[in-house]
């Protein structure tokens, strides 16, 4: 996966380390951490608000993102971004899903 963030320099790192089962941290960088979720039929993460924003890139299968009052299905190669301070649920209901998390600070 190759990224590129232009932004200067990173916010303060107020973003604590996302600890659920099914979401794991893959690998972090001074203004990004990437999170591998695998998200299991009838499963429901809750990102909780946070300074950082969040890309959430669909790898295989599909799962439906909600954030503030409004969802979205993803399919395998979509993505959907969230600003700040989003408070955000990730599940798929038909089958297992397979997604990156970038959170960016």
Request: aromatic share 6%; charged share 25%.
């Amino acid at each position: 996966m190759d990224i590129e963030l232009v932004k200067k320099s990173p916010s303060p790192d107020s973003c604590s380390v996302l600890s659920q089962d099914g979401i794991k941290l893959q690998w972090r960088r001074k203004m990004v951490r990437s999170y591998n979720i695998s998200v299991e039929k009838g499963k429901e993460y809750d990102i909780p608000k946070s300074n950082c924003a969040y890309l959430l890139i669909d790898i295989s299968g599909s799962v439906a993102a909600i954030a503030a009052s409004s969802m979205r299905i993803i399919k395998e190669s979509g993505f959907i971004f969230f600003p700040p301070q989003a408070e955000i649920k990730i599940s798929s209901n038909n089958s297992s899903a397979e997604c990156v998390l970038l959170e960016l600070k």
